[in-house]
């Protein structure tokens, strides 16, 4: 029987970095609507295309979501113990769902799971473009453990989130719950 090596992938969404050609995202988001609707698989331009925008020199200056997804990484990983640990991106950013998962597979995990930090229900990465992936990557890798911890228990996320809150409303003026300047409180 072969020993279990854990993996973990937290998946956020991407963004756009700055500077990189508003003209290239219209391209890419114009080429994935039509295969989409044609439900064709993707053209080497789509590919070539998403490639160039994920791969777009990045800064915490440029692509400040880049850089809070792997703060947030970086308070996760000490939590999961000797788990191998990754972050991947949805869309516009590197490394994909795939190239991270595969990057842990080669690295010896065969029990993964991914973990979305898209939290509500609906929306079309979590619900349908994450499972896909997913999927495509279990018939790939059928020796391989690969867990989706989806959907979220929304109970709990709401707890979460009333705690913040909270921490937020209790915080001096000025100051969130981290200590991060927020926007100010209207009255």
Request: glycine share 10%.
């Amino acid at each position: 029987m072969t020993e279990s090596i854990r993996g973990i992938v937290l998946v956020g969404h991407g963004g756009i970095p700055r500077g990189c050609p508003a003209e290239l995202v219209t391209k890419l988001k114009k080429l994935e609507g039509q295969r989409r609707a044609a439900k064709t698989p993707k053209s080497q331009e789509e590919c070539d295309i998403d490639r160039q925008i994920r791969h777009w020199p990045r800064t915490p200056d440029t692509d400040p979501y880049q850089a809070g997804l792997e703060r947030l990484a970086a308070r996760l990983r000490p939590l999961l113990r000797d788990a191998h640990f990754s972050t991947a991106y949805n869309e516009f950013c590197a490394p994909t769902l795939g190239e991270a998962v595969e990057q842990q597979i080669a690295d010896g995990a065969n029990d993964i799971t991914v973990v979305s930090t898209m939290f509500t229900p609906g929306g079309s990465h979590s619900e349908y473009e994450i499972p896909e992936d997913m999927a495509d990557l279990r018939a790939r890798h059928p020796n391989v453990t690969l867990t989706y911890a989806w959907p979220f228990d929304l109970g709990k996320v709401a707890a979460m989130l009333s705690e913040h809150i909270e921490q937020c409303r209790s915080a001096p003026a000025g100051k969130g719950a981290s200590g991060h300047g927020v926007a100010g409180r209207g009255r």
